[in-house]
């Protein structure tokens, strides 16, 4: 990329222009290509942690009715004199299921990195190609 080409006179517009179009089309081709080889190498990862994720999703929500249910009726139990007890009780439980998944989704938006799952060879690459086409704009190459 760093050399200066020859420049030739003698060559129509329309072979420059034809020129230009295989290497745009040259260059394209390699970043996408260089995407498309980053983004294959991360997808084993994605694709074993899928299933996963979906058997401890069930298993979790499955322990969640559980555990709800049992502490709706503990609940209901000690406010037992009170003829509301149940409703009293599902709020109660409820607006601590709130509280504490409003913890964890803010905990886990803090772990969540999207700069891990970025290309990023691929966006260096484009930066140096960026770097270098202003230099040759501007002619300082």
Same mark, same amino acid.
């Given at each position: 990329?760093?050399?200066?080409?020859?420049?030739?006179?003698?060559?129509?517009?329309?072979?420059?222009?034809?020129?230009?179009?295989?290497?745009?089309?040259?260059?394209?081709?390699?970043?996408?290509?260089?995407?498309?080889?980053?983004?294959?190498?991360?997808?084993?990862?994605?694709?074993?942690?899928?299933?996963?994720?979906?058997?401890?999703?069930?298993? #979790? !929500?499955? *322990?969640? +009715?559980?555990?709800?249910? $049992?502490?709706? &009726?503990?609940?209901?139990?000690?406010?037992?004199? %009170? /003829?509301?007890?149940?409703?009293?009780?599902? #709020? !109660?439980? *409820?607006? +601590?299921?709130?509280?504490? $998944?409003?913890? &964890?989704?803010?905990?886990?938006?803090?772990?969540? %990195? /999207?700069?891990?799952?970025?290309?990023?060879?691929? !966006?260096?690459?484009?930066?140096?190609?960026?770097?270098?086409?202003?230099?040759?704009?501007?002619?300082?190459?």
């Amino acid at each position: 990329m760093n050399h200066r080409a020859t420049v030739d006179h003698n060559r129509s517009v329309a072979e420059i222009t034809a020129e230009l179009k295989d290497e745009t089309k040259e260059f394209l081709y390699t970043r996408y290509e260089m995407l498309k080889a980053e983004i294959q190498e991360k997808w084993p990862k994605l694709k074993a942690a899928f299933p996963l994720l979906a058997i401890g999703l069930l298993l #979790l !929500i499955t *322990g969640w +009715l559980m555990l709800n249910a $049992g502490l709706t &009726a503990l609940l209901a139990h000690i406010l037992a004199p %009170n /003829p509301f007890r149940w409703v009293f009780s599902f #709020l !109660i439980v *409820g607006g +601590l299921w709130i509280i504490l $998944g409003a913890i &964890a989704v803010y905990f886990g938006k803090v772990q969540l %990195n /999207p700069k891990s799952l970025l290309p990023a060879r691929t !966006i260096k690459v484009l930066q140096k190609d960026k770097l270098w086409l202003q230099k040759e704009a501007t002619g300082k190459l």
